[in-house]
């Protein structure tokens, strides 16, 4: 069975990675490595800034701190929206689920993602919405 959960981990297509309390990337799927372009051994042990578009990384260490020091998030059942940077720098829009890891005894180790790039759908989206948009200023336009 660890054979069969280690190819399921390694080989799937989202992105799955695993930070420490101090946002240290532990580890990066081959899903991870398709999805931002930096190989493993390019992404261990570097901070999670790699991914974080720099305009969000305050607001990401705030939360990933509040967290990582009370053992409990509020996002453990939803998925979460977020945009994410690649190694060429573009950006991508993600969802992710997350999963708080803990030792024996309960301390936080860190935290486990699995994330989804969601660009081409985020786009199609904001162009459905904003041709929506287009079409009722259209017929709220006096005759």
């Not at 390019?42 to 790699?50: C, F, M, R």
Request: aromatic fraction near 6%; proline fraction near 3%; glycine fraction near 8%.
């Amino acid at each position: 069975m660890d054979r069969l959960l280690e190819q399921l981990v390694e080989q799937a297509p989202d992105a799955m990675l695993v930070a420490d309390t101090k946002g240290i990337i532990r580890f990066w799927n081959s899903g991870a490595e398709q999805m931002f372009g930096h190989t493993a051994a390019e992404a261990v042990g570097q901070s999670l800034d790699l991914i974080i578009p720099e305009n969000l990384r305050s607001r990401h260490w705030e939360g990933y701190g509040r967290v990582m020091a009370s053992g409990e998030t509020k996002y453990q059942t939803g998925l979460l929206s977020s945009p994410g940077i690649r190694k060429d720098g573009i950006r991508v829009s993600l969802e992710f689920s997350m999963v708080l890891l803990h030792d024996e005894n309960g301390v936080m180790q860190g935290c486990a993602s699995v994330m989804r790039d969601v660009t081409e759908r985020w786009k199609k989206e904001k162009e459905l919405k904003e041709r929506l948009s287009a079409c009722e200023t259209k017929l709220a336009r006096p005759k």
